[in-house]
């Protein structure tokens, strides 16, 4: 693994059980009464979000602050960007004030990439989403909720074999799904996409498994429902032309929820649409829905992944 976080279909499987199992070491350390360790002293994480965040950017942050790193969360909208300074010159003003990490989400495709290449080793890049591209550390959070929840943690080996995972919505608008399906496929799980047509992706060669419009088909043999959020923001135009008919045929409704089996993981990268994605009543009263565990979790793999990419030697404890 290289000094940056760029995309999961970069990492062999061994690279993402590497950092899934450094995660079982921080889920620990988060449940301590002062869930706080001094391994990273000394270095400095600059937050750099160009698109509105509240999980991703405040777990970045308390991830950072746990492992005693200091934080800077930049200012995008108050920086010296408005003045018409580059993001070239903006990066190397960060490298020139000795921060190590950078974490950055930008609506731009692969945005991130090119900033990693262009500081090489100096700093490590962290991509906290780009575009329609990649999210790679909610990947890993999701699959390490599905590993916690199946087999109780990581472990060194982990494993999503034998569980059938659908990833169901806006999958041509969403990076989640992207990353979500690299860590999948990675540790073994059978994949099933389903969307309507207007929302599945249009390269399909690198979705080599089932794709369906259908979710009442597949859903009996679903372990898991991974529901994507509509992203209207992304949307140039009004591609779900009824979200009343969007709710019948791929919202887990009330009713559609009954017809499921009891033991059915629901995971959503938030924020949820409610009442389009998932009713609220199934949000707040369903068994095995794992929204907030995704959520806590994000500390504990962010912790990870800034440990292993900035770590110097300090031991966790
Ligand atoms: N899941 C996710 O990326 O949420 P935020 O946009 O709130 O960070």
């Not at 942050?61 to 492992?67: G, I, T």
């Not at 047509?197 to 597949?218: A, F, K």
Request: glycine share 8%; charged share 25%.
């Amino acid at each position: 693994m290289s000094n940056h976080l760029i995309n999961l279909a970069d990492l062999d499987r061994d690279a993402i059980r590497e950092l899934l199992h450094l995660t079982d070491r921080f889920v620990e350390v988060s449940q301590r009464p002062i869930p706080k360790v001094p391994a990273l002293r000394g270095r400095t994480v600059a937050l750099i979000f160009f698109e509105d965040s509240t999980r991703t950017r405040m777990s970045f942050d308390l991830a950072a602050k746990r492992l005693s790193a200091d934080v800077i969360d930049f200012p995008t909208h108050t920086s010296s960007l408005s003045k018409g300074e580059s993001l070239k010159d903006t990066v190397e003003t960060i490298q020139a004030l000795g921060v190590n990490a950078l974490v950055i989400r930008h609506a731009v495709d692969g945005l991130p990439g090119e900033i990693a290449e262009a500081v090489g080793e100096t700093i490590s890049v962290i991509n906290a989403g780009d575009g329609l591209n990649a999210h790679p550390t909610q990947g890993l959070l999701d699959a390490y909720t599905l590993c916690q929840h199946f087999h109780g943690s990581a472990g060194t080996e982990a494993s999503l074999d034998g569980i059938h995972v659908g990833i169901v919505g806006d999958i041509q608008h969403s990076r989640v799904a992207r990353s979500d399906f690299a860590a999948y496929r990675s540790l073994g799980a059978k994949v099933t996409l389903v969307a309507p047509p207007d929302l599945q992706p249009t390269d399909l060669e690198n979705w080599p498994v089932e794709i369906t419009d259908d979710l009442d088909s597949v859903l009996p043999s679903l372990d898991v429902v991974g529901l994507l959020r509509i992203q209207k923001e992304r949307m140039g135009e009004a591609v779900v032309s009824s979200v009343d008919d969007y709710v019948e045929r791929y919202g887990i409704t009330e009713s559609r929820a009954k017809e499921m089996r009891d033991d059915v993981v629901i995971v959503h990268p938030g924020p949820v649409n409610r009442g389009i994605e998932i009713a609220d009543s199934v949000l707040d009263e369903r068994a095995n829905v794992l929204v907030n565990q995704q959520v806590t979790n994000g500390v504990a793999v962010r912790m990870a992944v800034l440990f292993r990419l900035l770590g110097s030697g300090i031991e966790i404890d």
